[in-house]
């Protein structure tokens, strides 16, 4: 679960419950599963339109457009809501342990007026009683006895503030490899991401080279569906030689550039942006230096103007089909609590609503956006529902998704996916299990069929081009069309109408050794498979 901070207060979002992170022949495309209720009896037939007293299935494209335009419908007969103008950015900072992540989310807290000083002092004797001193900043996230004991980041924290031309939220994600899964349920509700590297000698290699966060960290976000990545150089007054060393920084950036263009950041189509910082003395975050002679050979903007000034392409439509992947639930004095990132469609207070893949329905009576009760969520927004249709916590999992009735996303037990095997022990074959990450899911796969071997690079059509048929296995390097099996029924989409929604990791060990995204969805059971087969 992320962790929440608001103001000077902390406090840790249900930590433990039971609605924490939870562990064919291809057919017909997915039926749309939706019960049909008081709203959608009067367009019965959902998943069928007649022609000429016939019945024909819809297209993914039209159930998807069918579902939009019944939003849009109700929609036009509410009542209007303002909403604020300034953009909301969840921001998720990055990269190898010991970068200094914790630190610099701790220094925009405080800097913004989040932690007030006496909390501040607090915190610098509790950093000291542990002999962490230098570490306070980093103490405003990890709340937590172990963490603060050894110095090392569990769980997602979050934290909210507002600028004149933003509204942020930042999510400081764990740097050790063994919270990997943590960090990604921080990427899934990012738009932005901000590696931080640590310019120390010593510690760069550690986080750049084979094994290291730092690369790692930087396919994940990019698979998670983040656009746009700020690299920022920390601990630049610690460098080797003298403080502020460009020729580090150089060094530095020289190795970093052809990784991240091979990854989809590009410094020359303003996805990438690079800038030198040291988070602990509070130097080029806010302002630039005072002293013009610190960084003579910087010329760009310091970490929060370059934020203020970002302008993120948002695809994201309120009149959509409502998509929120949930965190899991809380139970608060009786009333239920739901949690999770509107990625598309928006809400109202009164709102008939469901949970897929259960198919749940609740009304929404409360909306809450850090702390603050509004009577409608948009696109981007992180909320807390107040609903009413749920028994108990444990009804909902990490990974199911509220959306509206009806709608077009449906939970699946197969998909069809292209699939770039990293690496690997030995080889992936049939019956090969692995752990899939997609959205807020985590989810156990087994490669049902390798369906073919393709290259890299897509064919002037569009289509993959096909280099073997269905292989025996496939190794590091490898790209494959692969068809999947899921353990459970999980709520998935097609990468061409909805990309957040289909990008996924597979991890093995510990360690990612795919990332992929869903082509296709299948209408087949586990059932039906196995009567296909006997």
Known sequence: MLRSLVGSEM??????KKGDVVKATPAEPVKDETKETKETKETKGEDAKVEKGAEVKLTTEERREKARQEVIKKRQTEKKFTRDPR?????????????????????????????????????????SSNKREGWEYAYVFDVSEEERAKGKTHEVG?????????????????????????????????????LVISARTGEFEAGFDKGGQSREHTMLVRTCGVKNLICVINKMDETEGCPWNK??????????????KGNGFDEKNGSLKFIPIAALANINLLAKPEDETLIPWYNGPCLMDYVNGLNLVDTRREDDVLAIPLVGAVKDEGKMHICGKCESGSIEVGDKL?????????????????????????????????????????DVSSGFVL?????????????????????????????????????????????????????????????????????SCVKAGDTMMVRLE???????????????????????????????????????TKEQMRKTQK
């Open 11 to 16: 406090c840790i979002r249900d930590r433990g």
């Open 87 to 127: 953009p909301h950015f969840s921001i998720v900072f990055c990269g190898h342990v010991d970068a200094g992540k914790s630190t610099l989310s701790g220094r925009l807290m405080h800097s913004y007026g989040l932690v007030d000083e006496r909390e501040m002092d607090k915190i610098k004797r509790d950093a």
């Open 158 to 194: 979050a934290g909210y503030f507002e600028t004149k031309e933003r509204r942020i939220t930042i999510l400081d994600a764990p740097g050790h490899k063994a919270f990997v899964p943590s960090m990604i349920g921080g990427a899934v509700q990012a738009e932005l991401a901000v």
């Open 247 to 260: 020729e580090r920084y150089d060094q530095i950036l020289e190795k970093l550039r052809p990784f991240f």
């Open 354 to 394: 469901q949970i897929l893949p259960s198919k749940t329905e609740v009304i929404v009576e409360t909306i809450l956006i850090e702390n603050t009760e509004l009577d409608k969520c948009y696109p981007g927004d992180n909320v807390q529902l107040r609903v009413r249709g749920l028994a108990d916590d444990s």
């Open 403 to 471: 959306t509206s009735i009806p709608t077009s996303l449906r939970a699946v037990e197969y998909i069809q996916a292209r699939v770039m095997v990293l690496d690997v022990k030995n080889i992936l074959s049939k019956g090969s299990r692995l752990m899939m990450h997609i959205h807020t899911a985590q989810e156990e796969v087994v490669i049902d069929e390798i369906l073919a071997i393709v290259d890299k690079k897509m064919g002037p059509d569009g289509k993959p081009v096909v280099l073997q048929k269905k292989p």
């Open 486 to 524: 899921i353990e459970r029924p999980l709520v998935v989409e097609e990468y061409t109408n909805f990309d957040k929604m289909a990008r996924f990791m597979l991890r093995e060990d510990g360690k990612t050794v795919a990332l992929g995204f869903c082509t296709k969805l299948y209408e087949s």
